[in-house]
């Protein structure tokens, strides 16, 4: 049943991604804002499939944490399901990716119309300003800018090393980040076709103040209160 499931979420994909591709080219003309929250539907039809094709759901902790003001979101990063996830629970944003991403058909033209921050990894300094020039033009235009320090997948149980462009970033912008953690590479793993039935739990945690701090202290006191919250929330699928 579960390989059922996990290949009619698939389907879906297939079916829709082209025709939001499509729509999501069509909102060219419009503000930032306007484009997201067209686009940003795909995301949430999808979670609803989860929920109906997988009976996979999530419930979130520490909502009450989400600020009013755009800020940095600095997620733990286990699967594909916190991509969707983020654009429900939090204002509308924009994500710091790889480029490579916005050459994938369909789905990268989605993705180039939402105003990502892409940037090349292995340009070092060059990057990091990058980031944080538009992280700020972003940031001022009223989106939140969300982050995976860990910069790929991690499985559960495993800790990546954690960037230093976040905390980098809200130093030099001043800007308050939100730490997230979540254990949603338990029913839905790395590059992973099947997608177990639960609920995932989604932790927010309070902000934190960047204010007078050093990018790579922040950079600690973040990476300490998501791999503690992990523990907290650490499940075995079935």
């Known amino acids: 049943m579960i390989v059922l499931r996990s290949f009619l979420f698939l389907l879906s994909l297939v079916i829709l991604t082209p025709p939001f591709a499509i729509i999501s080219l069509l909102t060219f003309p419009f503000p930032p804002l306007v484009r997201y929250r067209v686009i940003s ?94 992280g700020r033009d972003r940031l001022r235009k009223g989106l939140w800018v969300v982050i995976f320090p860990e910069g790929t997948r991690i499985a559960p149980g495993k800790t990546g090393r954690y960037g230093i462009g976040g905390a980098w970033l809200a130093t030099h912008t001043g800007t308050q980040v939100v730490p997230v953690a979540h254990n949603g590479g338990e029913f839905w793993g790395r590059n992973s076709f099947l997608k177990y039935p639960g609920t995932i739990t989604m932790s927010i945690g309070a902000p934190i103040d960047p204010k ?27």
């Open 41 to 134: 539907q795909w995301s949430l039809i999808e979670l609803w499939l989860l929920r109906v094709l997988c009976g996979l759901r999530y419930e979130v902790r520490g909502r009450e944490n989400i600020p009013k003001t755009p800020s940095i979101i600095l997620c733990k990063h286990q699967s594909a399901w916190e991509t969707l996830a983020l654009q429900e629970v939090f204002p509308p944003q924009v994500w710091v990716m790889k480029r490579s991403m916005l050459l994938v058909p369909f789905f990268g033209w989605g993705l180039a119309m939402l105003s990502p921050i892409a940037i090349d990894r292995s340009a070092g300094r060059a990057a990091l300003k990058q980031v944080t020039d538009q």
């Open 212 to 238: 007078d701090m050093k990018p790579g202290e922040l950079n600690d006191q973040v990476q300490a209160w998501i791999e503690n919250e992990m523990k907290q929330i650490q499940v075995t699928a079935s």
